[in-house]
């Protein structure tokens, strides 16, 4: 097939329109007719249903933009890579992780990175599932390792462990909880019904059994981890966090039944194969072990 057809093509299919394809590629629109009716010929389907407004795939030719979608991604990433050779790490850079994950860790430590790489475009893409990264939904991704994926580089970068707090004042009211059956006097702030990705197991606490070998029913509850940071640091309950988060720096959360310990999370630094020497991702993945080695709290079984 010819590049210029695909090329044509490409652009009617995002564009849904002749019109505007003719404005982006600055050519006229009996051409852009003549080439796509050239392609429907070479293929032997038609490509285009020709609605009122716009222009729809048909499903030959859904087929044939997912794949030369993938020839301009890659042909973009040849671009990008020739132009790594040539200069400083700069443009475009998206990175997906947990949405918990941004709000508890990457919102403190990312301001210094772009201060170091101004010229890097940093794109955020918070997500509560599973990230696509094989398939370039996001350049680079914070997850969990993925078995049986030769085609996506996977370096470990941290544990996140869960554990007990609870305020100074919550403590001075209520008391400190000795036992996990003392919990059953205490009041327990929960994540809420919802299941959240990476903290799969999130309301461990609330399953912990007491005395009478029940779950416990949270005091309150909320779908936000930032919202039960703020529920624990006022005093109202005990929550479960993550212990290398730094915001529990000067909150003056206290930890409660430190013997005591949640789910482990191990997260590792995920991008696909082919963009492996790309200068952008190389200084995002040391800057951030970097600072999971300098500042990272160690885990203590």
Not at 48 to 75: A, D, I, Y
Not at 102 to 115: A, E, G, M, N, R
Not at 191 to 217: C, M, Q, S, V
């Amino acid at each position: 097939m010819q590049w210029d057809r695909l090329k044509t093509f490409y652009y009617v299919a995002k564009l849904e329109s002749f019109t505007k394809t003719g404005q982006h590629l600055n050519i006229s629109q009996s051409a852009i007719s003549r080439q796509i009716i050239d392609l429907e010929h070479q293929i032997g389907h038609k490509l285009f249903k020709r609605l009122p407004k716009r222009l729809v795939l048909t499903k030959h030719g859904e087929l044939l933009f997912q794949n030369t979608e993938k020839m301009f991604v890659f042909s973009e990433l040849a671009m990008t890579q020739i132009q790594n050779e040539l200069s400083e790490p700069h443009g475009d850079l998206s990175l997906g992780t947990n949405i918990g994950l941004v709000d508890t860790w990457l919102y403190s430590i990312l301001p210094d990175f772009l201060k170091l790489y101004p010229s890097i475009n940093l794109s955020i893409f918070a997500k509560d599932g599973p990230l696509d990264v094989e398939s370039l939904e996001v350049h680079t991704a914070l997850q969990p390792y993925v078995p049986d994926q030769p085609e996506l580089i996977q370096n470990f970068l941290m544990s996140w462990n869960r554990r007990l707090y609870a305020s100074k004042d919550y403590i001075e009211k209520y008391g400190t909880p000795k036992t996990i059956e003392d919990l059953e006097d205490h009041r327990l702030i929960g994540f809420g019904p919802e299941r959240i990705y990476l903290f799969d197991n999130i309301n461990w606490h609330l399953n912990l059994k007491g005395k009478n070998n029940a779950t416990h029913k949270p005091y309150l509850s909320a779908n936000s981890l930032r919202t039960l940071f703020h529920f624990g640091i006022n005093g109202f309950g005990i929550i479960s966090f993550s212990q290398e988060s730094p915001l529990l720096k000067d909150s003056g959360l206290v930890e409660i039944l430190p013997e005591v310990s949640g789910p482990c999370i191990e997260i590792y630094f995920t991008y696909p194969i082919q963009f492996k020497g790309i200068k952008k991702i190389d200084v995002l993945e040391s800057y951030l072990q970097a600072y999971v080695r300098d500042h990272h709290r160690k885990y203590v079984a």
